[in-house]
T-cell receptor, first 114, second 119 residues
Framework: DGGITQSPKYLFRKEGQNVTLSCEQN?????MYWYRQDPGQGLRLIYYSQIVNDFQKGDIAEGYSVSREKKESFPLTVTSAQKNPTAFYLCASATLPAVGNTIYFGEGSWLTVV | AQKVTQAQTEISVVEKEDVTLDCVYE???????LFWYKQPPSGELVFLIRRNSFDEQNEISGRYSWNFQKSTSSFNFTITASQVVDSAVYFC????????????????FGKGTSLLVTP
């Protein structure tokens, strides 16, 4: 089936550790995005990428890093510099040009700092 | 500034009632796109509808309907004869052709409206 796969679904992190959230899509989409969702809040953009080996910061990129070595993969690393990482993380993708195109989402990953 | 406002944080209705979810947006672009997504308890955002700024025709899809009014910058969503399966968080989102060009045309989301439909 075509879609966006995020893993793991649930992740617990100790303070001071880096963790990486996986995002893979088989929709042949060029654009990929990472959003963060906090309880009762909308989605906020962390990073986006429109082409392999290129990515840009979104509104809340501090404490996060990404890579785009393959078209289908856009992993997100939550570093120890992220002060409040507990949240729900959503990966998304879209065709290019992305203006007005529907953005499709994965099932999300819950990250909890313990 | 918040570009998309969903003033209703939570709505609770009894099954079979009609319910309208409000969405007000703000933009200076002449070309923009509006979206509605549904987020069930599982967490995945499910796409419901996309509307561009040049098409003010209302749309109906089964029990769902959308009312787009540029004069009031609103894009409201109505569920007719609500069902328990409609319980979810609903997000309205905006994509601006010019203003979003420096963010990969990522969507600007409202904070969502949590809808609870009880039997």
């Amino acid at each position: 089936d075509g879609g966006i796969t995020q893993s793991p679904k649930y992740l617990f992190r100790k303070e001071g550790q880096n963790v990486t959230l996986s995002c893979e899509q088989n929709l042949n989409h060029d654009a990929m995005y990472w959003y963060r969702q906090d309880p009762g809040q909308g989605l906020r953009l962390i990073y986006y990428s429109q082409i392999v080996n290129d990515f840009q910061k979104g509104d809340i990129a501090e404490g996060y890093s990404v890579s785009r070595e393959k078209k289908e993969s856009f992993p997100l690393t939550v570093t120890s510099a992220q002060k409040n990482p507990t949240a729900f993380y959503l990966c998304a993708s879209a065709t290019l040009p992305a203006v007005g195109n529907t953005i499709y989402f994965g099932e999300g990953s819950w990250l909890t700092v313990v | 500034a918040q570009k998309v406002t969903q003033a209703q944080t939570e709505i609770s209705v009894v099954e079979k009632e009609d319910v309208t979810l409000d969405c007000v947006y703000e933009t200076r672009d002449t070309t923009y796109y509006l979206f509605w997504y549904k987020q069930p308890p599982s967490g995945e955002l499910v796409f419901l509808i996309r509307r561009n700024s040049f098409d003010e025709q209302n749309e109906i899809s089964g029990r769902y309907s959308w009312n787009f009014q540029k004069s009031t910058s609103s894009f409201n969503f109505t569920i007719t004869a609500s069902q328990v399966v409609d319980s979810a968080v609903y997000f309205c989102a905006l994509s601006e052709a010019r203003s979003n060009s420096n963010s990969g045309y990522a969507l600007n989301f409202g904070k969502g409206t949590s809808l609870l439909v009880t039997p």
